[in-house]
């Protein structure tokens, strides 16, 4: 179950693994080492490669098979057995308004507390394999070593934990003969393969070969990861609540004693409300600051400048929000709200939070984006097209507002898009600036809520896998990365095909 | 081209005299200009108001009020059998060390000659709930110190706090039942003995959160541990991963469509919010892989695989940087394409990848919102990890992750710390930026 | 090429813009030194010589394009219609319109072709209305010798059209503002044989109305379409006079040795 928490601090069978295959292989290099130079009669000259490359070879060997072969195990072990107990589990253990799924993480916590209380020596390992949930409380003991478990301990569900961990033990044993086996045989074969005409340096070129392909694939890993992580709950969270609710519904309403309104809608309209207004901040100040850095600005202002502006985008997100929740937020107030002591005598404003409030400092943020984007964009113009327009008596601003900008549009469009993506996906500054009241309204002045504030609070906390109210994240989750998924290819496509032109 | 003659050359003014038409033109043109420079003017104009509100609000955090006392540990309270058991002096618990305190304050004030017109237990309300702790602390670390009289540096609470810091104001308090105008003009007598002070507040910077009863105790140093083992997984993990997966792109991988998909893949991924990379952690490392919650290791893997991207674009792009005659000038004494790559190109390299490392890190750094999905949030770890392994595993919070946890606590003595915590994030950031800037200027070679 | 050049009836025409003393410094680098020339209106006068002579800096001094460069600065002075050019009263934007530009590549802007040709005389006020400024753009076209081919598709981007084509664009886009001038640098540098010859063609219709000033790397090119040429070298102007008597008869030993292939 833990078996690779439990490796990481030692002790446990994968650990010790680690441990012990990473012995053999260093074991491996410098017999392989040697191996190779008695068998070139102790003159480097007489091998092939260079000796190392002899050595390496059986590190190599060694290794990477066997640490493959357990990473892939302590992967696919933990699903095997789930799956396995799960069908287990029988119907009349499932209580009313519960599912298999809630029983399922049940009998984990269970199994895994019998493992914890074992190992406190609570219990010895014997009689931890044959309790009787009728004769002891379980539920007690455990938590006394500080493990809580939702309810008292049933005979069915004790049975699927009992089942868990022994299946669990047989899978470690299995994983540790195995990995032995494999090291154990790949050593001996790289020992044997070292000698003076072995071609080392070329199978070592390939095995780093290999290993740099799987470094460039684990971008495609993280992506499929994050599909497919996402994907399953989402497909789990539409098994528990309808589809047409979720995107056609509207209203937001989580309620975690179940029959909750879980519609999109809403918030999908706070978060394009504050994107569309951080934009409208964003979009104008940055365009023009890129317009006058890379077209009128001298060589002084324009290193004092860029860099500075730059700071903005290096600012973490959390100060935006803090920015946003204590600063911007007040001052909105101290002008919208307060009745006669505001600033324009009007009460629209109530608390801090708003579309305003996020959408504002979310802008500011996004200004060093869009500036930078489009520095560089305009500055891919070439200098012909402006001389062109020069050399026929235009102003610099004519020839910005009529050839530059014409020319540079896609691009610019592209850096709108990426620029919107950002603020679509933005979390932190609408969690603390935005507020969390769902609702669909045209005011700015009031607080709504946005996808990622609403992933943080479904996720934060307690956590149900089973519940739609959790599992909904997921399905919000995926949206969003849809959604900025497809900004984000247009977006990079746009400016691509713009750069080309002009390359 | 026949009609070309034909037509009447248009008549051009004199030129020492702009036209109306140019004139309006070049009024056009200031203005235009004008827009640019208003624009910068806004950008920079908000970040001086960002920069100002931080240091302005956040200074603070790093001076408290301190009050010196002189407490009798009276051994009839602390240790009644008089043997300096340990175990048996344990037993006393912060409520028996309480009298002690009051016992001090009136001691005190009957010394100073001040006129004691509020209860022992009003006195004593003005130093932090965590001051029995903190004295109780004491004396089992040092048990033959009872029965004698020692002075103690004891945190004020944060309504006095506030109170010197002009955070807190007769006024404010109305309602408040924490502290009382009389405390405060008690405070004021304080003061003026030279009891009470503001000193700085190492504690901040090296402590670890407190409960939200006693934010005049709370402290960065937890965190800032939790944050450093996270930067250490990342770099462990992301910097060969990401050198690795560049090299084969840039100088192997041949031009095919997997290869395409591998780029467009990781632009992509760059732009992926950070959120769904905390759900992909959630999904994958605690609910499928079973890893500890709030671990800085989980952390570390997920802001791993956000900042791979950003480390990957930027060092192919000092791989692409290194001119192709250095790995022609290798090739050409025999050496295989693998040891062109790694005994010339990727040294050249080096600065640029290290650069590029540098700014990786230091947005992960900032990062907080798959934090919180991965259950890093405030208040987890009250004492420093004591290993490595307890330093990966244990649950612990990060800066960004604590100073959200504060700014949610609603509470002004909060708010200040948590921007107490960002001037200490940023300054974090700031020195790696300047690192980055520094070997970018060094080391990196124009070809 | 005798024969060619016998035919050439060189008549003396008004004097159109004469430069004194003029010095041009990029930086540190004196890049024109001194320089005196009188060119005449109606007039193709080429400037040849070696790359880097300075020919195209000194062409770019005309109409005041070297202002948009933060280096250089320009002494002396270069009159217009007997006005100094470089008056602190005088308005490059206004002078440029009178001294139009084509350039070495060409350049259209990334707009229909009607909208290129459109250009200078919208952002110059000189169309009344729709109709005339349709006039003013069919006969820029038909002056740039491109009309017939871009009639039918004058909403067609000029970027799609072939280089040749473009090039024509350009100088109909830089007639359509009705300069007085007309400054060309290696108009057909980037073109081949044959669209060379058509825009050499061109030139010589422009003469009709315009001043033309060409720089050209190419004598023959050169000798091909100018009746007066100054040949730069290293940023001095060594030589100028009419076309024939400079290349069959020059006077300065360097002028001589670029001409014979000697120096290039």
New interface residues.
Partial sequence: MSELFNGLIGGSAAGLMVIVVLGLSALGFYMARSRAMASGGGDRRNLHSLPNYYGWNAAMLTAVPALGVLVIWLLAQPMMIDSAVFKTIPDSAIAEGSSRGLVMSDVRRLADGLDVIVERGVMDAESAATLDANTTDLRATLAAEGVALGSAVEQPVLDAAQMYRTQSSTGRFWMTVLVSAIALLAFVVSLRLATADFRARNVVEKGILALLILSASIAILTTVGIVLSMLFESINFFRLHSWTDFFFGSTWAPNFRGDSDLSILPLLWGTLYISIIALLVAVPIGLFSAIYLSEYAGPKVRSAAKPLLEILAGIPTIVYGLFALLTVGPALVNIFGRGEQGLLGVEWMSGATSVLTAGLVMGIMLIPFVSSLSDDIINAVPQAMRDGSLGLGATHSETIRQVVIPAALPGIVGAILLAASRAIGETMIVVLGAGAIAKISANPLEAMTTITTRIVSQLTGDTNFASPETLVAFALGLTLFVLTLGLNVIALYIVRKYREQYD | MTDMTSDTPHVHGTLLQADARTRKRNAAETRFKFYGILAIAVGLLMLVILLFNIVSRGTGAFTQTFVTLDVALVEDKLDKSGNRNIEEMKKVSTFGYAPLLKAAMTDMVEKTGMEGQISAADMAGILSKGAPAQLRDYVLANPDKVGQQVSFNFLASSRVDGYMKGRVSRESIANDKSISAEQLDFVDKLIEQGILKKKFNLSFITGADASDARPEAAGMGVAMLGSFFMMLVVLVLALPIGVAASIYLEEFAPKNWITDIIEVNISNLAAVPSIVFGILGLAVFINYMHLPTSAPLVGGLVLTLMTLPTIIISTRASLKAVPPSIRDAALGVGASKMQSVFHHVLPLAAPGILTGTIIGLAQALGETAPLLLIGMVGFIASNPPDGIASGLLAPNSAMPAQIYEWAKRADPAFYERAWGGIIILLVFLLAMNTIAVILRRRFERRW | MKDLMAERTVDTQKLKISARNVQVYYGDTHAIKDVNVDIEDKTVTAFIGPSGCGKSTFLRCI?R?ND?I?VCRVQGDIM?DG?D?Y?K???P??????V????Q?P?????SIYDNVA??PR????AKNKADLDDIVE?AL??G?IWNEVKDRLDAPGTGLSGGQQQRL?IA??VA??P?VL?MDEPCSALDPIATAQVEELID?LR??YSVVIVTHSMQQAARVSQKTAFFHLGNLVEYGETGTIFTNPTDPRTESYITGRIG
């Fill in positions: 109409n394009m948009t933060d217009i006005e050019i008056d009263r005088v308005d934007v206004q002078l440029r319109a009178k139009g530009m084509v350039f590549k350049n259209p802007f990334p707009k250009y200078g952002i110059h006020g000189l006969r038909r002056r010798a350009c886009r830089a503002t009705e007085e400054l219709e009709q109305n």
